[in-house]
């Protein structure tokens, strides 16, 4: 079960960014994401409907529901929309690769979590593969000045992408699923995006095009609905250690399918790069998944 969550999420995040390109334009970025988590958190709560599960968290999960909101479905997302525009997307995939060792730091000082390490090394072994996938990219457009605020902001994100997985995982421990919890935090993050973009007078007309409403329902379902589902089950399931370590995979999809629909070109480097991030993921998992399910069957 575990590897089929694991797998899930990285296919489906890792062909998102195609939609997300498919979305820019027309629509502001913040409206956009707005969409996205609104359809999902109503497609959420038809779920619990059906499944006829409970709907209305109890009192002392609000703060969590609040700060996941903010934090995973608003301000993560701003981040690397903002980001993507200031600095090439390989820099963004460098710093968002760095996920895994945050949340192995932020479990520790936090939530008190025993530092793994080998979650820690498989995720530097991966760093070096993400930085041989992207090193033309990365040697073409070293940033300047103007591009350090992006890599900041990206980096912002990659915190709040963190903290996310956190909250999610202490959400758990008091017997939440990520079902509910994932329903009223989108909705939140899709409100507090609403009244932001209403607030800074940015239009709400959708862009009346087959591709956008396209790659806004793909996005809401699969991306959402779906991946953020399997993934923070996964941080249930292995610790918000291991499941972040998608976030290093997602690369090799993306550029699957980049090489498909925009005609990427393979180069040895990228080959050594697809290599080196495999051994990161057998390193960080190292025992890992049996780990897991002992926790889990006990």
């Keep these: 079960m575990n590897a089929l969550l694991y797998g899930l999420t990285v296919l489906i995040w890792g062909t998102t960014w195609l ?3 498919w979305q820019l334009g027309i629509v502001p970025p913040p409206v956009s994401i707005a969409y996205r988590f609104g359809i999902a958190s109503l497609v959420l709560f038809a779920i619990l409907l059906v499944m006829r599960r409970r ?3 109890p009192r002392e999960a609000w703060r969590y529901l609040v700060a996941q909101g903010l934090a995973l479905f608003c ?8 980001a993507e525009q200031t600095v090439p ?3 963004v995939a460098v710093i968002f ?3 895994p060792v945050l949340n192995s730091i932020n479990g520790r000082l936090f939530l008190g979590r025993r530092l793994q390490p080998t979650v820690v090394a498989g995720s530097m072994v ?3 593969g993400i930085l041989c996938l992207f090193m033309p990219q990365l040697t073409q457009s070293l940033p ?3 591009a350090l605020a992006g890599l900041l902001v990206a980096l912002l994100g990659t915190v709040c992408f963190s903290t996310g997985s956190l909250l999610s995982s202490r959400m758990q421990a008091i017997g939440l699923s990520p079902l509910l919890t994932n329903s009223w935090a989108m909705l939140i993050g899709a409100c507090v995006l609403a009244l932001g973009s209403a607030v800074a007078g940015l239009s709400f007309a959708p862009e009346p095009t087959a591709r956008y409403v396209g790659a806004l329902f793909y996005l809401a379902i699969p991306g959402s609905v779906i991946g953020f589902t399997a993934y923070l089950m996964l941080v249930g399931r292995i610790g918000p250690e291991r499941a972040a370590y998608c976030t290093v995979l997602f690369p090799i999809v993306a550029l699957a399918v980049s090489t498909v629909f925009e005609g990427y070109e393979w180069t040895p480097l990228a080959g050594a790069g697809i290599v080196l991030i495999l051994l990161g993921n057998v390193i960080a998992f190292s025992g890992g998944f049996r780990a897991a399910t002992q926790r889990v069957a006990s």
């Design 97 to 99: 690769s760095l996920a």
């Design 75 to 82: 301000c993560n997302f701003l981040c690397f929309y903002y």
């Design 126 to 128: 991966g760093l070096m």
């Design 19 to 21: 939609a997300i390109k």
């Design 55 to 57: 709907i209305w968290p």
């Design 89 to 91: 997307s390989g820099m």
């Design 144 to 146: 300047g000045h103007g």
